[in-house]
């Protein structure tokens, strides 16, 4: 089975064009929002495997304002990304829902004044959500060409849950995701594949999980153990609590996953890329996203495998 982009999955890029007609480039803000799970709200150190700063790039800092993120990061991936016209502002770092309505309009309404600027990314935790921030998404998903929430889950098991500290729970992120499509905003996921004390079995059997959710989208990222963290302590401590894998390993999972995925999810991402100065070690040696891609398109014709075929959809 190919999709719309003759892809063996339900690529974000060819959604895209079969949505809009053309890319729609992400641009990464940081507007200085923290989490509930730093902060004392509902735990202190935030997540065993996070350090915000390697997940962003240098021009997406909160000392600036969003329209001078917006600026540069226009410049940057214009020298990436040739092709890329049009912009969609990527709430990312932190807990982009966690302040008051207010506060939160007034963000999202600079990032959509900017010329350039199609819609809205807004990344956040299933518990930083309520009725009234999901009716102001809802009114500038309206307005807007494109607007999607995405939820960190990381999991579907409360066991792993609780061990990296994330503070919520499984049923928490179920009803945020179900309540936010409830009113017509384009809902997404992201999931860590290989944390600790997890199997390659339970990773598989989550996908019937994530299928019972009405997700637009999802993300999987290969967990990778980022210098300075409590992970990092965890990792040293319990190795064999964690599973690793050798590139070509992964993309078998990846293939497994995605054959058991409804076919209408649409795939954001397949693995992760974090700056070799935080990381402990490279296991994949300096492999960049789109040469994964590559070799995952090939696995899925080696296999003769594709998105949704064990899935019984």
Known sequence: MLFSDGKRYNSAPGRNRLLYGERLQRLVIDAGFTCPNRDGTVGRGGCTYCDNAAFHPGYS???????????????????????????LAYFQSYSNTYAPVERLSALYSEALSHPEVDGLVIGTRPDCIDGDKLGLLEKLSRECKSLTVEYGIESCYDDTLRRINRGHDFATAEKAVRDTVARGISTGAHFILGLP???????????????????????????????????????AARPQDFLQWTLDEYLDLIVDILERLRPDICIERVAGEVPPRFVTSLRWGMIRNFEILRLLDEKLVARNAWQGRLCGF
């Not at 000392?63 to 990436?80: L, M, N, P, T, Y």
């Open 61 to 87: 800092v909160p000392d600036k304002s969003i329209a001078e993120q917006i600026d540069e990061g226009i410049v940057f991936h214009r020298k990436r990304y040739r092709k890329a016209t049009r912009y």
């Open 197 to 235: 004390g997890e199997t390659r079995e339970m990773m598989l059997a989550q996908c019937g999980r994530i299928n019972a959710l009405p997700l637009d989208s999802v993300k999987f990222h290969q967990l990778q153990i980022v210098r300075g963290t409590a992970m990092e302590r965890e990792f």
